[in-house]
Protein backbone atom coordinates (compact mmCIF):
# COMPACT_ATOMS: atom_id res chain seq x y z
CA UNK A 1 0.00 0.00 0.00
CA UNK A 2 2.21 2.71 -0.94
CA UNK A 3 1.07 5.88 -0.32
CA UNK A 4 0.76 8.38 -3.84
CA UNK A 5 1.19 11.17 -1.87
CA UNK A 6 4.78 10.33 0.28
CA UNK A 7 6.45 12.80 -1.60
CA UNK A 8 4.37 15.58 -0.48
CA UNK A 9 5.48 17.94 2.46
CA UNK A 10 4.57 16.22 5.48
CA UNK A 11 1.25 18.94 6.55
CA UNK A 12 -0.34 17.18 3.68
CA UNK A 13 0.41 13.94 4.13
CA UNK A 14 -1.05 14.41 8.04
CA UNK A 15 -4.33 15.81 5.98
CA UNK A 16 -5.05 12.78 3.87
CA UNK A 17 -4.18 10.08 6.77
CA UNK A 18 -7.04 8.41 7.90
CA UNK A 19 -8.93 10.16 10.85
CA UNK A 20 -7.17 7.85 13.88
CA UNK A 21 -3.89 7.04 12.75
CA UNK A 22 -2.45 4.24 14.74
CA UNK A 23 0.37 6.23 15.98
CA UNK A 24 0.13 9.89 16.07
CA UNK A 25 3.21 12.59 17.08
CA UNK A 26 2.26 16.25 17.24
CA UNK A 27 4.92 18.66 17.85
CA UNK A 28 7.56 15.68 20.09
CA UNK A 29 10.19 17.36 21.50
CA UNK A 30 12.39 15.94 23.87
CA UNK A 31 15.83 17.21 25.49
CA UNK A 32 18.60 15.97 27.63
CA UNK A 33 19.37 18.34 30.07
CA UNK A 34 20.06 21.48 27.86
CA UNK A 35 20.73 19.06 24.53
CA UNK A 36 17.67 19.13 22.12
CA UNK A 37 17.27 15.45 21.30
CA UNK A 38 14.46 15.36 19.54
CA UNK A 39 12.43 19.00 18.04
CA UNK A 40 8.99 19.49 16.84
CA UNK A 41 8.60 16.10 15.45
CA UNK A 42 5.21 15.14 14.11
CA UNK A 43 4.52 11.49 12.51
CA UNK A 44 1.24 9.58 11.97
CA UNK A 45 1.69 5.62 11.32
CA UNK A 46 -1.22 4.28 9.96
CA UNK A 47 -2.43 0.51 11.30
CA UNK A 48 -0.84 -1.89 8.73
CA UNK A 49 1.64 1.00 7.50
CA UNK A 50 5.65 -0.29 7.45
CA UNK A 51 7.94 2.95 8.17
CA UNK A 52 11.77 2.69 7.85
CA UNK A 53 13.43 5.65 9.86
CA UNK A 54 16.82 6.36 9.15
CA UNK A 55 19.49 9.15 9.33
CA UNK A 56 23.42 9.91 10.35
CA UNK A 57 24.15 8.11 13.75
CA UNK A 58 22.93 10.67 16.84
CA UNK A 59 20.32 12.02 14.81
CA UNK A 60 17.21 10.79 17.25
CA UNK A 61 16.16 8.32 15.50
CA UNK A 62 16.19 5.92 19.07
CA UNK A 63 15.12 8.49 20.90
CA UNK A 64 12.00 9.03 19.21
CA UNK A 65 11.39 5.31 18.81
CA UNK A 66 12.04 5.09 22.61
CA UNK A 67 9.61 7.91 23.40
CA UNK A 68 6.66 6.37 21.95
CA UNK A 69 6.54 3.16 24.74
CA UNK A 70 7.72 5.80 27.06
CA UNK A 71 11.63 4.20 27.69
CA UNK A 72 12.11 8.19 27.12
CA UNK A 73 9.83 10.62 28.83
CA UNK A 74 9.27 13.49 26.38
CA UNK A 75 8.90 16.99 27.22
CA UNK A 76 6.89 18.77 25.03
CA UNK A 77 4.37 17.75 22.34
CA UNK A 78 1.79 14.21 22.33
CA UNK A 79 2.07 10.92 21.51
CA UNK A 80 -1.01 8.61 20.76
CA UNK A 81 -1.42 5.36 20.04
CA UNK A 82 -4.95 4.04 18.79
CA UNK A 83 -6.39 7.91 19.96
CA UNK A 84 -5.09 7.27 23.71
CA UNK A 85 -2.32 10.22 24.49
CA UNK A 86 0.69 8.28 26.21
CA UNK A 87 1.90 9.52 29.28
CA UNK A 88 4.20 8.51 31.83
CA UNK A 89 1.50 7.60 34.46
CA UNK A 90 1.91 4.04 35.52
CA UNK A 91 -1.21 2.54 34.14
CA UNK A 92 -1.01 4.17 31.08
CA UNK A 93 2.35 2.82 30.68
CA UNK A 94 1.57 -0.56 31.26
CA UNK A 95 -1.20 -0.57 28.68
CA UNK A 96 1.15 1.24 25.93
CA UNK A 97 3.36 -1.79 26.73
CA UNK A 98 1.09 -4.30 25.86
CA UNK A 99 -0.27 -2.06 22.40
CA UNK A 100 3.90 -1.59 21.46
CA UNK A 101 6.47 -4.37 21.12
CA UNK A 102 10.07 -3.06 21.28
CA UNK A 103 12.78 -5.01 19.76
CA UNK A 104 16.06 -3.66 20.49
CA UNK A 105 19.69 -3.57 18.93
CA UNK A 106 21.19 -5.74 21.95
CA UNK A 107 18.30 -8.57 22.28
CA UNK A 108 17.46 -7.31 25.93
CA UNK A 109 16.61 -10.85 27.01
CA UNK A 110 16.85 -11.81 30.65
CA UNK A 111 19.98 -13.52 30.97
CA UNK A 112 19.35 -15.98 34.13
CA UNK A 113 15.48 -16.95 32.79
CA UNK A 114 15.41 -19.83 29.77
CA UNK A 115 13.75 -18.54 26.26
CA UNK A 116 10.57 -20.10 27.04
CA UNK A 117 10.29 -18.36 30.38
CA UNK A 118 11.55 -15.01 29.08
CA UNK A 119 8.80 -15.44 26.54
CA UNK A 120 5.97 -16.55 29.47
CA UNK A 121 6.91 -13.59 31.79
CA UNK A 122 4.96 -10.57 29.78
CA UNK A 123 1.80 -12.42 28.94
CA UNK A 124 1.35 -13.80 32.63
CA UNK A 125 1.79 -10.65 34.48
CA UNK A 126 0.58 -7.99 32.16
CA UNK A 127 -1.75 -10.12 30.29
CA UNK A 128 -3.00 -11.90 33.18
CA UNK A 129 -2.88 -15.10 30.86
CA UNK A 130 -2.60 -18.64 32.46
CA UNK A 131 0.83 -20.61 32.57
CA UNK A 132 -0.19 -23.29 30.09
CA UNK A 133 -1.74 -20.68 27.20
CA UNK A 134 1.06 -18.39 28.11
CA UNK A 135 3.53 -21.22 27.10
CA UNK A 136 1.28 -22.27 24.33
CA UNK A 137 1.65 -18.90 23.04
CA UNK A 138 5.52 -18.91 23.20
CA UNK A 139 6.01 -22.03 21.32
CA UNK A 140 3.85 -20.81 18.46
CA UNK A 141 6.06 -17.82 18.50
CA UNK A 142 8.90 -19.59 18.71
CA UNK A 143 8.05 -22.11 15.62
CA UNK A 144 6.94 -18.92 13.73
CA UNK A 145 10.67 -17.49 14.10
CA UNK A 146 11.95 -20.87 13.50
CA UNK A 147 13.68 -21.26 16.95
CA UNK A 148 11.39 -24.29 18.95
CA UNK A 149 13.86 -25.89 19.63
CA UNK A 150 15.45 -23.59 21.62
CA UNK A 151 12.81 -23.35 23.87
CA UNK A 152 14.90 -24.65 27.07
CA UNK A 153 17.85 -22.65 27.25
CA UNK A 154 19.59 -19.35 28.42
CA UNK A 155 20.11 -16.54 26.38
CA UNK A 156 23.94 -16.62 26.62
CA UNK A 157 23.83 -20.62 25.08
CA UNK A 158 22.08 -18.98 21.89
CA UNK A 159 23.58 -16.70 19.08
CA UNK A 160 22.78 -13.07 18.36
CA UNK A 161 20.63 -14.52 15.54
CA UNK A 162 19.05 -16.71 17.47
CA UNK A 163 18.91 -14.17 20.54
CA UNK A 164 17.31 -11.58 18.34
CA UNK A 165 14.20 -13.91 17.40
CA UNK A 166 13.67 -14.86 20.51
CA UNK A 167 13.43 -10.98 21.21
CA UNK A 168 11.04 -10.76 18.09
CA UNK A 169 9.04 -13.39 19.30
CA UNK A 170 8.56 -12.59 22.89
CA UNK A 171 7.57 -9.19 21.72
CA UNK A 172 5.07 -10.83 19.42
CA UNK A 173 3.67 -12.99 22.33
CA UNK A 174 2.04 -9.60 24.01
CA UNK A 175 -0.06 -9.36 20.60
CA UNK A 176 0.94 -6.09 20.17
CA UNK A 177 -0.58 -3.58 17.38
CA UNK A 178 2.63 -1.94 16.45
CA UNK A 179 6.32 -3.07 16.61
CA UNK A 180 9.19 -1.10 17.03
CA UNK A 181 12.99 -2.48 15.93
CA UNK A 182 15.41 0.30 17.20
CA UNK A 183 18.54 -1.39 14.71
CA UNK A 184 17.66 -5.01 14.87
CA UNK A 185 20.40 -6.27 12.96
CA UNK A 186 23.11 -4.08 14.02
CA UNK A 187 25.01 -6.23 16.43
CA UNK A 188 24.73 -9.73 14.80
CA UNK A 189 27.19 -11.08 12.71
CA UNK A 190 26.74 -10.82 8.93
CA UNK A 191 25.70 -14.04 8.58
CA UNK A 192 23.19 -13.49 10.71
CA UNK A 193 21.53 -10.35 9.16
CA UNK A 194 19.40 -11.66 6.42
CA UNK A 195 17.86 -14.77 8.30
CA UNK A 196 16.41 -11.36 11.43
CA UNK A 197 15.34 -9.49 8.28
CA UNK A 198 13.86 -12.52 6.57
CA UNK A 199 11.53 -12.56 10.34
CA UNK A 200 10.88 -8.93 10.02
CA UNK A 201 9.72 -9.46 6.47
CA UNK A 202 7.53 -12.32 7.13
CA UNK A 203 5.76 -10.14 9.81
CA UNK A 204 5.45 -7.08 7.62
CA UNK A 205 4.10 -9.21 4.96
CA UNK A 206 1.53 -10.73 7.54
CA UNK A 207 -0.18 -6.99 8.12
CA UNK A 208 2.17 -6.00 11.19
CA UNK A 209 2.27 -2.34 11.46
CA UNK A 210 5.80 -1.29 12.55
CA UNK A 211 8.41 1.25 12.68
CA UNK A 212 11.81 0.14 12.17
CA UNK A 213 15.19 1.96 12.50
CA UNK A 214 17.71 0.55 10.16
CA UNK A 215 20.68 1.29 8.01
CA UNK A 216 19.86 -1.48 6.13
CA UNK A 217 18.74 0.45 2.89
CA UNK A 218 17.80 -2.71 0.60
CA UNK A 219 15.54 -4.09 3.40
CA UNK A 220 14.29 -0.61 3.41
CA UNK A 221 13.54 -0.20 -0.25
CA UNK A 222 11.82 -3.64 0.02
CA UNK A 223 9.36 -2.95 3.07
CA UNK A 224 8.97 0.70 3.52
CA UNK A 225 5.76 2.12 2.77
CA UNK A 226 7.51 5.06 3.97
CA UNK A 227 11.02 6.06 4.72
CA UNK A 228 11.67 8.89 7.26
CA UNK A 229 14.90 10.53 7.61
CA UNK A 230 16.11 11.98 10.46
CA UNK A 231 18.82 14.48 11.07
CA UNK A 232 19.89 16.40 13.96
CA UNK A 233 16.58 15.86 15.97
CA UNK A 234 14.14 16.67 13.41
CA UNK A 235 12.56 14.91 10.33
CA UNK A 236 14.10 16.54 7.16
CA UNK A 237 12.08 14.15 5.03
CA UNK A 238 9.38 11.94 4.64
CA UNK A 239 9.01 9.87 1.33
CA UNK A 240 8.47 6.34 -0.95
CA UNK A 241 11.56 4.65 -1.08
CA UNK A 242 11.76 4.74 -4.85
CA UNK A 243 11.77 8.65 -4.48
CA UNK A 244 13.65 9.09 -1.59
CA UNK A 245 16.93 6.74 -2.67
CA UNK A 246 16.51 8.14 -6.42
CA UNK A 247 15.51 11.25 -5.82
CA UNK A 248 16.42 12.83 -2.29
CA UNK A 249 15.15 16.17 -2.07
CA UNK A 250 17.33 17.93 0.98
CA UNK A 251 21.36 18.03 0.68
CA UNK A 252 21.41 16.29 4.31
CA UNK A 253 19.42 13.47 2.60
CA UNK A 254 21.87 13.48 -0.61
CA UNK A 255 24.55 13.53 1.91
CA UNK A 256 23.25 10.67 3.83
CA UNK A 257 22.81 8.39 1.15
CA UNK A 258 25.61 9.05 -1.04
CA UNK A 259 28.23 8.28 2.43
CA UNK A 260 25.86 5.30 3.37
CA UNK A 261 26.11 4.43 -0.42
CA UNK A 262 28.85 4.76 -1.63
CA UNK A 263 27.78 6.91 -4.90
P1 LIG B 1 20.37 7.76 16.83
O1 LIG B 1 19.44 6.67 17.23
O2 LIG B 1 19.90 8.52 15.63
O3 LIG B 1 21.79 7.31 16.67
P2 LIG B 1 19.89 8.73 19.50
O4 LIG B 1 18.43 8.91 19.55
O5 LIG B 1 20.48 7.53 20.15
O6 LIG B 1 20.40 8.85 17.99
O7 LIG B 1 20.59 10.00 20.15
C1 LIG B 1 20.25 11.33 19.76
C2 LIG B 1 21.14 12.28 20.52
O8 LIG B 1 20.77 12.25 21.89
C3 LIG B 1 22.61 11.95 20.44
O9 LIG B 1 23.35 13.16 20.38
C4 LIG B 1 22.87 11.24 21.75
O10 LIG B 1 24.20 11.44 22.18
C5 LIG B 1 21.89 11.92 22.68
N1 LIG B 1 21.44 11.03 23.76
C6 LIG B 1 20.84 9.84 23.60
N2 LIG B 1 20.55 9.28 24.80
C7 LIG B 1 21.02 10.16 25.73
C8 LIG B 1 21.02 10.16 27.16
N3 LIG B 1 20.47 9.15 27.85
N4 LIG B 1 21.57 11.22 27.77
C9 LIG B 1 22.10 12.25 27.06
N5 LIG B 1 22.12 12.31 25.72
C10 LIG B 1 21.58 11.27 25.06
Same mark, same amino acid.
Given at each position: MRDRLSNAPQRCLAAKRPA?? !???? %?GLCKWYG????????? !???? %??????????SGS?????IRCINQLEAHQAGTIKIAGREVTPKMKNLKDIRCDVGMVFQSFNLFPHKTVIENLTLGPVRSRRLANSDATELAMHYLRRVQISEQADKYPAQLSGGQQQRVAIARALCMKPKIMLFDEPTSALDPE???????????????GMTMICVTHEMGFARKVADRIVFMDAGEIVEVAAPEIFFNNPQTDRAKLFLSQLLGH
Open positions: TP !LVEI %TEFNALFNIN !LSVS %TGEKVVVCGPGKSTMMIAGILDVIIELAEG
